[in-house]
């Protein structure tokens, strides 16, 4: 059978299919808008290769069973439509959720949800497949993309010299897709096997008149900008702790000043564990951030004694991840027993409604950060810190009336990474939510 991709002028289009075509390509991320024919691209392309080699396994991801079933079969059937394939060449197993094409092939439709009986989503994992696409990305976890694409490439590749390819197709979220393809596309750092093809709505030749202009009647301007400008710089998330503008703001708060008092915040990570990152303060003034790869507990206590002598910082105003310390060496305890441990978990100071210290001080940190009363003089790290802020998420208030943060657990489940600049920021708020009587 031989099939004729009509992109109608869609050059981000025509881009994927000689991506998919190819033999260098494997891991390919197309979006970035709405209108941007992300749906009509990815149908094509499975459809496509279900046709064209008899017996392949193919699949179409999303979050929601239920998504797939009322937003993409109705894209498969256009696909259907538009290339005048007729039902005598396939039959859809709505019970088992499959395509049945007349060669043999299959197109499996498969929901992607968290299950508590499966948190890594290893049930991906061993699947056979030939080849796949993801639709809305920006709903996945990673560990559910990382095994979907673990799965692909073990179904009849040799047979047609078929390369393992997974398409994903998204709109712009802070999730994996930000740090793994978006920004290393940015830098020019993306691995030679992955790809990234911005596309957005003007791209595609086929959207019905007066399409964007009613978008931009009825979105405001975070989704205007995310879904329309295709600005991954911007997040809608309404859990979301830290809005996207006043996080830019701590880079050009320039007329805060420093106080004199300085302080230190340490998240403390161990070799081979996550970044460890040192935060100098001048008030409310960030004035060095440090981050070291690896380092070992002797070091550790080392380091913050050297830098409290540089910086002039009393020992007393430094606060170090209580969680993340398994233990100071003695040598260490003897010069830093004044300074203050910080675990995640205690008791707030003082506001009775949080769940637990951390969240206390995140709450804090944000109540400063809206009333501009941060700044961060070091850029070096600016990415990194504009990053973990946007990450931070609180939770639905429990039922206990308690307001919490996402917990470091579902963090990384979700971006893949830990948050330890935030977590280093965070810390020093524990000195501005001191009880009223000191620290007894």
């Not at 149908?43 to 239920?66: E, Q, T």
Request: aromatic fraction near 12%; include cysteine; hydrophobic fraction near 35%.
């Amino acid at each position: 059978m031989f099939l004729t991709f009509n992109s109608f002028g869609n050059e981000k289009q025509k881009e994927v299919y000689r991506l998919w075509a190819n033999h260098e390509t494997t891991d390919i991320v197309y979006g970035g808008s709405k209108g941007s024919g992300k749906s009509y691209l990815g149908c094509s392309l499975v459809i496509g290769d279900a046709l064209m080699y008899p017996g392949v396994h193919l699949f179409i991801a999303r979050k929601k069973l239920n998504d797939l079933r009322k937003f993409t079969i109705p894209s498969i059937h256009e696909v259907f439509k538009a290339w005048g394939i007729s039902d005598q060449y396939y039959k859809h197993n709505g019970q088992d959720n499959f395509f049945e094409f007349y060669n043999g092939s299959k197109l499996f439709l498969l929901e992607a949800a968290y299950l508590p009986s499966d948190p890594l989503f290893e049930r991906f994992g061993s699947m056979q497949m030939t080849r796949g696409w993801i639709e809305e990305a920006g709903e996945f976890e990673k560990a559910a993309k990382d095994n979907l694409f673990a799965s692909c490439g073990r179904w009849k590749n040799d047979e047609f010299n078929l390369t393992r390819k997974l398409l994903q197709t998204c709109n712009p979220k802070k999730n994996y897709l930000y740090s793994d393809y978006y920004q290393p596309a940015l830098k020019g750092t993306l691995k030679p096997s992955a790809a990234f093809i911005q596309a957005l709505p003007q791209d595609n030749k086929k959207l019905a008149a007066g399409y964007l202009d009613h978008l931009k009647e009825i979105l405001d301007e975070k989704a205007r900008q995310r879904l329309l400008e295709g600005n991954w710089d911007y997040d809608d998330n309404v859990l979301s702790l830290y809005a996207y503008d006043k996080i830019c703001d701590i880079f050009t708060n320039s007329f805060v000043e420093g106080t004199g008092k300085r302080y230190m915040s340490c998240d403390i990570a161990y070799l081979g564990a996550d970044v460890f990152v040192i935060t100098i303060w001048n008030g409310l003034v960030i004035e060095k951030v440090i981050a070291i790869d690896k380092i070992d507990e002797t070091a550790i206590g080392n380091k913050l004694i050297q830098l409290a002598e540089q910086y002039r910082i009393p020992y007393s105003n430094i606060v170090y991840d209580a969680d993340g310390l398994r233990k100071f060496t003695a040598n260490s305890l003897k010069k830093l027993t004044a300074s203050k441990p910080f675990t995640n978990n205690a008791q707030p100071l003082r506001g009775k409604n949080y769940k637990n210290l951390k969240t206390e001080c995140a709450f804090k940190l944000k109540e400063l950060i809206e009333a501009d009363l941060i700044h961060c003089k070091d850029l070096e790290f600016r990415k990194q810190i504009m990053a973990d802020l946007e990450q931070v998420n609180r939770e639905p208030i429990d039922d206990e009336g308690k307001i919490k943060l996402e917990s470091k657990k579902d963090y990384k489940k979700r971006t893949g990474r830990s948050l330890d600049f935030f977590d280093s920021v965070l810390m020093r708020m524990l000195f501005e939510i001191k009880p009223s009587g000191g620290w007894g």
